[in-house]
């Protein structure tokens, strides 16, 4: 009798052994797909950061372009004033 409850304590303890492997295979296949997933997400998010770095350095581009045009206005005003004063100055020595 002895015997026979020793050999079914193996035998549940065998069980046992292989149901813990089978869910523990499982836990990992799992994990490893999450992790899989994780990693794909997170690659997403650098490469988002990085086009959200390229649109402030687009609107830095743009405020800079703006700039360039008030400063270029400024300088042909400048210029055309200065071409006038010496077709004046040219007209009155001509005379």
């Known amino acids: 009798m002895a015997d026979l409850k020793e050999l079914e304590q193996k035998i549940a303890n065998l069980t046992n052994?292989?149901?813990?492997?089978?869910?523990?295979?499982?836990?990992?296949?799992?994990?490893?797909?999450?992790?899989?997933?994780?990693?794909?997400?997170?690659?997403?998010?650098?490469?988002s950061k990085d086009s959200g770095a390229s649109s402030k350095e687009l609107e830095a581009?743009?405020?800079?372009?703006e700039n360039l045009k008030k400063?270029?206005?400024?300088?042909?005003?400048?210029?055309d004033h200065l071409i006038d004063g010496i077709k004046d100055m040219q007209q009155q020595l001509a005379k």
Do not use: C, G, H, P
């Open 61 to 65: 581009l743009k405020e800079e372009n």
């Open 71 to 79: 400063i270029n206005m400024k300088q042909r005003y400048r210029i």
């Open 17 to 47: 052994e292989d149901q813990f492997k089978a869910d523990q295979a499982a836990v990992q296949a799992a994990q490893m797909e999450m992790l899989t997933t994780l990693r794909s997400i997170r690659e997403a998010m650098v490469s």
